[in-house]
């Protein structure tokens, strides 16, 4: 039984909720945040999230949005409060696959969930791309360069996920920007310099530990970047 996060500020909701799934046979975890969240959803990769769009710290649309980006396979079922018409719509429109409105049976809630997950097989999660002595797990998260495991901040692994999957293909600064921080950046394209420094650095030093040959990021002036296949 795939792995469900349960985002939810509402402790007996919640509750409810994680002992359904777990009679059900599923592994749960359980954030009452939406930035914590996202951040279990980075460590674990959980096939499945059921997000409630209203979270005591950021919009549940937002963070719709971050987890189809950053897990374009995950299911995303929104929890939402009757009447929220609206909500539904923008956060479908933000990546999100279905919604459930409270209160709802458990029942049902398992019933949409198998339904959803028949009809996606568990692929993207589990693609693992390698680029000569280097590979990139987005599903779990994980970098490997030679038999060393390369740790890398969120955004640091974001980029290197965006450039990998075009392996040996340019890739523009604003498509980058719009991947790995928001589509709708109007600021500052600095933070992307300061990210690839930064990835560059713990690449090389990785290589360096793992005795292969670092991966090169080529810098294509007026443009952006290109992961060079070796
Ligand atoms: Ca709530």
Known sequence: MPDVLVVEDDKDIAGRIIDGLRAAGHHTRWSQTGLGGLEEARRRAPRVTLLDLGLPDIDGVDVARRLRTEHP????????????????????????????????????????????LRSRPNLSNRTVLSIGPL??????????????EVELRPKELDLLIALATRPGTAVSREKLMAEVWDENWFGSTKTLDVTMAALR????????????????????RGHGYRLEVP
């Not at 797990?137 to 490997?144: I, K, Q, T």
């Not at 650095?201 to 294509?220: N, Y």
């Open 73 to 116: 396979a995950m299911l995303i079922v929104m929890l939402t409060a009757r009447g929220d018409d609206m909500d539904i719509v923008v956060g479908l429109d933000a990546g999100a696959d279905d919604y459930l409105t409270k209160p709802f049976s458990i029942t049902v809630l398992l019933a949409r969930l198998r339904a959803h």
């Open 135 to 148: 590979s990139v797990d987005p599903g779990a998260r994980r970098c490997r360069l030679g038999d060393q």
């Open 201 to 220: 650095g713990r690449l090389a030093t990785a290589a360096t530990s793992a005795d292969v040959c670092s991966p090169v990021i080529t810098t294509l």
